[in-house]
């Protein structure tokens, strides 16, 4: 499917910081590989260049690039650079790539030094703002303090979803003009067979507080006593910066599940032998497990909170994240009620089809060609589509 591009502008050459990418793929690993692939694939006149940078002392940039992507890697230490970028400003990115480049976009709401270049900084939640303590390393020291800062000076900045473009709007002051809504784009997977009921009842992520899994384990560990054939709960994600004391308390009783961090493929068959897919988040930028289980057919229970409620519309059940009573009752309802099951598999289906990667990277183009504009004066092209 060919998606709308903007007109040609002078750049040339784009620089996209692809680091989230090198380990464990969550949320915005996921979203910034989408997007590189997509917007190498797309169909545009005199489309620029892409080229995905990376720094690590450990972690190969080659390994996991995209086919076809322009890649410069260097083997310096991230934590080092993230401090001389947030704290310092320095190194400017041309003195690391020895090349210069019209665009440089960051993957985080800090922006990468330039001499010249347009800058973009990207922007899932804010949920550093109200919860530093949640955050690791850089996200816990620098977010909070700089991103208003950085947001405003950015020539552009991206977001994920129409929640959280109207928090940084709110938030951190950021003029709409200068936002650009770029969606996680749904996965390749063919739906399961309609007849399918599942054996699991699955969640994805990092098992953190943000996440509210411990409050799910109350809540399906009451269900479970109150209805004795309630499948297994499986949780896949890696551990968070906090202990659960929920999970440290069921984790080992057979019946709650830890399986740490799955790669795509395996975690593809969860989704297909789930029951249901429930993500009861406090905040959330977008919410990817939610588009995946709904591409491959899984009913989904989530939070009222963040973008969750934007991104499943009326496919799904949503609830107070801190009500553990209207939780169970909503992994109740969808095991008992058979019909709503089915409305609800369809109705996710069709939702998952708005989400499309070439949509998103389309728009993402024309955010880089806007800031490329800004940065050198001249007003952004009102006539792009």
Known sequence: MRFPVPRPAQIVRILIDYRPALRARTGAGLWITGLVEALASLDAPNSPSVTIFSSSWKDRLGSVAPSGVAAMDHRVPGRLLNWLWHRREWPPIEQLTREPFDVV?????LLIPSRTAAR????????????PERGVREVRRDYAELAREHAQRA????????????????RLNVEPQRLTVCPVGAPPWSPR?????GQHILFVGTLGARKNVGRLITAYTALRAARKHTPPLVLAGGPGPEPIPELEAHGGDGVIRRLGYVKSPELRKLYESAAMLVLPSLDEG??????EAMTVGVPVVVSNRGSLPEIVGEAGVIVDPEDTHAL???MANLLDDHERYARLVKAGVAQATRFRWGRSAAALLGAYYDAYRR???EAPDADRS
């Open 193 to 197: 067979p309609p007849s399918s009921t």
């Open 120 to 131: 973009l900084v990207t922007i899932h939640d804010l949920d550093f703002l109200d919860h």
């Open 286 to 291: 977008f919410g990817i497990p939610v588009l």
């Open 155 to 170: 020539d552009a900045v991206v977001v994920s979803s129409e929640t959280t473009a109207a928090e940084v709007t709110s």
């Open 375 to 377: 940065r050198r004066g």
């Open 328 to 330: 169970a009752a909503a």
């Open 105 to 109: 976009h960051s993957p985080s709401p």
